[in-house]
């Protein structure tokens, strides 16, 4: 028995997996930002900024005009914000198994969502 079945993808079915499409862009970009932001890469690139900002602003005017204490200030609160993500634990490795595994997920549900479009354009919707 031959039977050839007619698979009808409705709009709202595409729109849900669009979606779902566009909510774990937004978690990969995310995972990324996190991966990307190492605590003890962040610490250590703070360090050497400021050594270079001291070897290029030396004497007393040079270090207390207003770009240079704007710049001090701001490497002070990026150090910050590295220690205290690198006391709580944050690392490149456990950043780097969430954003592969969000990766792995995002992959997944694009296929689903080119399948649908496939057998929509398919069957002439």
């Excluded at 079915?13 to 991966?35: D, G, N, Q, S």
């Excluded at 602003?57 to 240079?68: H, L």
């Excluded at 914000?81 to 690392?91: P, Y």
């Amino acid at each position: 028995m031959n039977v050839k079945k007619d698979f009808r993808i409705e709009d709202y079915e595409v729109e849900v997996w669009k979606k779902e499409l566009r909510k774990i862009e937004k978690e990969l970009a995310a995972a990324k930002r996190e991966y990307d932001d190492d605590p003890l890469t962040a610490l250590l690139n703070c360090q050497m900024e400021f050594k270079e900002l001291l070897d290029n602003n030396k004497g007393v005017q040079a270090r207390t005009s207003p770009e240079f204490i704007a710049k001090v200030n701001e490497l002070a609160k990026r150090e910050k914000r590295a220690k205290k993500r690198h006391e709580a634990g944050i690392s490149i490795i456990t950043a780097g198994d969430d954003y592969y595994e969000v990766l792995w997920k995002r992959d997944a549900i694009a296929q689903k969502y080119a399948n649908i479009e496939y057998m929509r354009n398919r069957n002439g919707k």
